[in-house]
């Protein structure tokens, strides 16, 4: 005679292992939810960076700005500040006549 597949006791598989197939599921479940959750997260930083990019952009270059009128200016006091130089060097190292 051919023997049944089932088990002799009557009860089935899942009800056996129910414990394990909950704690499949509640695993599945909490994976899910932290996949969920990062790509939420990536979604939103994604979207700070694009606004900071585009905020950013006009702020940097006013910021730049100020930067080029302020190396100008520096540059120009430096200019004038060599050319006296240059002049009490040249009064001091004159040989008297």
Known sequence: M???????????????NS?????LLAQLVAFS?????????????????????TRGAEYTVARMDEMKQ?????????EENSARLERLV????KKPQ
């Open 70 to 78: 302020r190396i100008t200016i520096l540059e120009q006091r430096s």
């Open 90 to 93: 040249d009064q001091y190292l």
């Open 19 to 23: 414990t394990l197939i909950y704690f």
């Open 33 to 53: 939810t932290a996949g969920a959750s990062i790509l939420a997260y990536m979604v939103k930083l994604e979207t700070r960076v694009s606004i900071m990019e």
């Open 2 to 16: 051919v023997e049944n597949p089932r088990p002799e006791s009557g009860t089935s598989w899942f009800k056996e």
